[in-house]
């Protein structure tokens, strides 16, 4: 079946634009996490959802940083004036449900801030 | 609270020669404990995990990993490496309770020579 997808794969922008990153989960999947990858960080968490629930934000590293989840299913992370630190893959994954299930991958977003 | 340590950030065998990527782990809670490999330009994909139960698991690609609590370990081996063995590999410890985030060790490149 189709895996995780997300778009754009490469994204290249200037310092100070806004940026929108889309992620697609596994159909039926109802957990969605978002974790960002960089040289000098290594992959970090930054935040979860569940159904309908209030998101977990608890990993976003300022409040430049916001994401939703629209109807249980997509997902938008936004960066508003981005920054040259910004820069890194953006990693979406989701799992079935509650718990300790396994994580999927998608293939990821490179942003570059320039 | 989580964490995870890989030691060193390359490892160099030859083909045929066993692998061995080691990782230690520290959790408050029963571990859940997982490995992914990342190909270049890819996402992560998961090659296998321990949650509860038999202590030596087996997973994809011929690779298996053995829970020993003693030690706080989750040592990653390969009998014979292969060319496509080429790639990051990534231990990862999961939190329990609802937000389930992955929290990641900071990755081993593994090269193969021919």
């Known amino acids: 079946g189709a895996g995780v997808s997300q778009s754009p794969s490469n994204k290249v922008t200037e310092k100070g634009k806004d940026v929108e990153l889309r992620c697609d989960p596994i159909s039926g999947h109802t957990a969605l996490y978002w974790y960002r990858q960089s040289l000098g960080q290594g992959l970090e968490f930054l935040i979860y959802f569940q159904g309908n629930s209030a998101p977990d934000k608890s990993g976003l590293p300022s409040d430049r940083f916001s994401a939703e989840r629209t109807g249980g299913s997509v997902s938008t992370l936004t960066i508003q004036r981005t920054q040259q630190e910004d820069s890194a893959v953006y990693l979406c994954?989701?799992?079935?449900?509650?718990?300790?299930?396994?994580?999927?991958f998608g293939p990821g977003t490179r942003l570059t801030v320039l | 609270a989580q964490s995870v340590t890989q030691l060193g950030s390359h490892v160099s065998v030859s083909e045929g020669a066993l692998v061995l990527l080691r990782c230690n782990y520290s959790s408050s809670v029963p571990p859940y404990l997982f490995w992914y490999v990342q190909y270049p330009n890819q996402g992560l994909q998961l090659l296998l995990k321990?949650?509860?139960?038999?202590?030596l698991v087996k997973g994809i690609n011929g690779f298996e990993a053995e829970f020993k609590k003693s030690e706080t370990s989750f040592h990653l081996t390969k009998p014979s490496a292969h060319m496509s063995d080429a790639a990051e590999y990534f231990c990862?410890?999961?939190?329990?309770?609802?937000?389930?985030?992955?929290?990641f060790g900071k990755g081993i490149t593994l090269s193969v020579r021919p």
């Open positions: 994954a989701s799992s079935p449900g509650q718990g300790r299930d396994t994580q999927y």
């Open positions: 321990y949650t509860t139960g038999a202590t």
């Open positions: 990862a410890v999961s939190a329990s309770g609802a937000n389930s985030k992955l929290t």
